[in-house]
């Protein structure tokens, strides 16, 4: 007679491999595979992308020039 914790471990095993088979275990989720899949994920990396390039070019216009004497020389 087999004990419940060998059964158990069989049994977890088992799931391990149909996971792996499947391409549903932890290992096999690139960040690539779940971008894919994940409308909100994509979503996301659209509204940073966008955020981003939209500080970026604020940068770039927002030029003051100050007064004389304003700055400490280096």
């Known amino acids: 007679m087999r ?3 060998i059964c158990t471990r069989r049994e977890a095993v088992l799931d391990e491999l149909t996971q ?3 391409g549903r275990h932890p290992r096999c ?3 690539i595979a779940r971008f ?4 909100e994920f994509q979503q996301a990396s ?3 992308a ?3 390039e939209e500080e970026q ?3 770039r216009s ?5 007064p004389p004497g304003w700055l400490l020389p280096v």
């Not at 927002?62 to 100050?66: D, K, M, S």
Request: hydrophobic share 45%.
């Open 57 to 59: 070019r604020r940068r």
């Open 3 to 5: 004990t419940p914790t």
């Open 29 to 31: 989720q690139t960040v």
């Open 36 to 39: 894919l899949r994940d409308p």
């Open 46 to 48: 659209e509204l940073l």
């Open 62 to 66: 927002a030029v003051i020039n100050l």
């Open 20 to 22: 792996l088979i499947e």
């Open 50 to 52: 966008k955020a981003i």
